[in-house]
């Protein structure tokens, strides 16, 4: 059993940065690739960013590229999304979920996921 908890959101203005946090419970952390997710209201929850187990290998949304980073903590247990440059349309609810194995891009795949932390952007 793995228990995440998401912090770091909040307002920002557009072309700023903020840095989300997602604390792992368990010792089993590093066992489990990592992603984040978002849910902007009325739509789907998307794909942003995920990391396998030991942080070689990152995995992003295509238009988040550049903008966008992943990085992980195994001592920590604490998987981290670095957003910069952000903009309006980033605005969302911001997941962090833990996969044991599948595709990382499928959020059908995850195991277990956190509460979410709100990010809004303003113009």
């Known amino acids: 059993q793995v228990a995440l908890v998401e912090s770091g959101g909040g307002l920002v203005q557009a072309g700023g940065s903020l840095r989300l946090s997602c604390a792992a419970s368990?010792?089993?952390?590093?066992?489990?690739?990592m992603g984040w997710f978002r849910q902007a209201p009325g739509k789907g929850r998307e794909f942003v960013a995920a990391?396998?187990?030991?942080?070689?290998?990152?995995y992003y949304l295509d238009s988040l590229k550049g903008r966008f980073f992943i990085s992980r903590d195994n001592a920590k247990n604490t998987v981290y999304l670095q957003m910069n440059s952000l903009k309006p349309e980033d605005t969302a609810a911001y997941y962090c979920?833990?996969?044991?194995?599948?595709?990382?891009?499928?959020?059908?795949?995850?195991?277990?996921w956190g509460q979410g932390t709100q990010v809004t952007v303003s113009s």
């Open positions: 979920a833990a996969m044991l194995s599948g595709k990382p891009r499928s959020y059908y795949d995850y195991d277990y």
């Open positions: 368990g010792r089993t952390f590093r066992n489990y690739a």
């Open positions: 990391v396998n187990w030991n942080g070689e290998n990152t």
